[in-house]
């Protein structure tokens, strides 16, 4: 197999991979014995998914997690630069977006190695293609502040940016924060702001919905106190 460093997706939950992975990335997976992982433990878990057959003791993880230094990540890359293939796998969804993964794919570029990124589901992505907001300018912008007075001004400077440049603003939280996101988005915008919750995306439990905040406060919320969402937000 070419050597490069393999970008490869992961479900976004106990999603079966035939439904939202091409075969493809299996024979690319086969190929590979070098993974940098954002959690040891899920990454060997999704390959056994992949391939039950695959010898998960014969291969080498390289942990980029909460207790990796950034510095580590160019010896990671040694097997792709004495020609061997590596893979990056993240705990969920695309690897470098919204990930430490970035980090080695900017070390890899920056020593002209070859990237490849695999097809593969993206929540962000996902939630923008199912929200009816504009598909051409978004942004997303992470956690916002856990302070509620500093969040309650995150969540109107955003919402004066979709207004003003027509651009989705896209934001997630912590599941068990996502109640008091929730209600706080509905008590700090105006009432014509459209807003749209995406939980659980290509899951079991999938959640889509867009009302503007004045219609969001005449129905029930969603339970999303167990379930990754985002929350986009547009004029």
Known sequence: MEPALYLIPVTLGDTPLSQVLPEYNAGVVRGIRHFIVEDVRSARRFLKKVDRDIDIDGLTFYAMGKHASPQDFASYLRPLEQGLPVGVISEAGCPAVADPGADVVAIAQRKGLRVVPLVGPSSMILAVMASGFNGQSFAFNGYLPIDPAERSRRLKALEQRAAAEHQTQ??????????????????????????????????????????TVQEWKKHPLPDLSKVPAIFLIYA
Do not use: H, S
Not at 172 to 183: D, G, Q, S
Not at 204 to 211: D, G, M, N, Q, V
């Open 170 to 211: 896209l934001f997630i939280e912590t599941p068990y924060r996502n109640a008091k996101m929730f209600e706080e988005i509905l008590r700090t915008c105006r009432p014509q702001t459209r807003l749209c919750v995406a939980a659980g995306i290509t899951c079991a439990e999938e959640f889509i919905k867009t009302r």
